[in-house]
Nanobody, 125 residues
Framework: QVQLVESGGGLVQAGGSLRLSCAASRRTFGSYVMGWFRQAPGKEREFVAAINWNGDSITYAESVKGRFTISKDNAKDTVYLQMYSLKREDTAIYYC??????????????????WGQGTQVTVSS
């Protein structure tokens, strides 16, 4: 079983930046697709970004392209989400997730079998 622990959330003003981290508990981290999803109050969970095992395949939601960057450090079993130019509509609980399926990099949430507890990101105007 893989345990995922997110950190780095917080309160930031619009236009600011944050970096989220997600630490995995198992050394097989390197073989997994890692993704970030978010859920705003009253809305369904949505895909944000995903990266495959060696980092050569990355996908972003249209709403965050050019503002967010996903990366991973296999030596540290950690995936990151660097967020720039944050907007109020980015306010949500952010979850990282892992999948053994290579095509999960397209953001299909049902392919992700392990999820973290989430970290709150609040963007104020």
């Amino acid at each position: 079983q893989v345990q995922l622990v997110e950190s780095g959330g917080g309160l930031v003003q619009a236009g600011g930046s944050l970096r989220l981290s997600c630490a995995a508990s198992r050394r097989t981290f390197g073989s997994y697709v890692m993704g970030w999803f978010r859920q705003a109050p009253g809305k369904e969970r949505e895909f944000v970004a995903a990266i495959n095992w060696n980092g050569d395949s990355i996908t972003y939601a249209e709403s965050v392209k050019g503002r967010f960057t996903i990366s991973k450090d296999n030596a540290k079993d950690t995936v990151y989400l660097q967020m720039y130019s944050l907007k109020r509509e980015d306010t949500a609980i952010y979850y990282c997730a892992s999948s053994p399926a290579p095509r999960a990099v397209d953001g299909t949430s049902r392919l992700y079998n392990y999820w973290g507890q989430g970290t709150q990101v609040t963007v104020s105007s």
